[in-house]
């Protein structure tokens, strides 16, 4: 068994992936990682689309921010995923925000979207996160209904090149204890 800690330390952001498609079997195993993401109250509020058609992608492509590095992996991936978030389930109580940050489907889709781009790496695949965007233009594209947001995509492909790791703090850098 492949342990976790190497998992998550060797993982980084691929752009570049080789001219090779992926089994729906690998799709479904990554798809399986995000249904098992734990949420707020269990409200699961994700909603994933799997694209792979060429138009589509390259429609994609034309809302990423100028000089997104990511923005080429959107077409040469052999699959896009567009993670949306369903609001006003996260972070509600009886139809009621109840915390200081509102709708908490942002922090449950970023757990789901760390689910997928770790077991993709786990099965051999890359990834990278991609923000950077016209969100309402890729939404209008993927034909997302009202109700819910398009947060990010996420270009998965067997990796052409993988790059080093980049520098992290130090555990003392970031960690306080008992008070700031």
């Known amino acids: 068994m492949t342990d976790l800690t190497e998992i998550i330390k060797e993982r980084r952001s691929i752009r570049k992936y080789e001219e090779k498609n992926i089994s729906e079997e690998l799709v479904g195993k990554v798809l399986d990682a995000v249904r098992w993401t734990p949420s707020w109250v269990n409200t699961q509020s994700w909603e994933v689309i799997v694209v792979k058609n060429k138009i589509i992608k390259e429609r994609l492509q034309a809302t990423t921010s100028k000089g997104n590095p990511a923005a080429k992996a ?107």
């Not at 969100?135 to 594209?141: F, L, S, V």
């Not at 947060?151 to 790791?165: D, R």
């Open 74 to 180: 959107i077409v040469t991936a052999p699959v896009v995923f567009a993670v949306c978030g369903r609001l006003g389930k996260s972070g509600y109580y009886k139809d009621r925000v109840s915390t200081k940050f509102g709708d908490w489907y942002m922090f449950d889709l970023g757990l789901a979207t760390q689910n997928l781009c770790l077991m993709a790496h786990h099965l051999g695949l890359g990834t990278v996160i991609v923000g950077s965007l016209n969100h309402d233009e890729a939404k209008e594209i993927l034909n997302i209904p009202a109700g819910y947001e398009l947060v990010v995509l996420i270009p998965m492909g067997y990796p052409a090149k993988t790059p080093l790791a980049p520098k992290r703090r130090e555990i003392n850098e970031f960690t306080h204890y008992d008070m700031f």
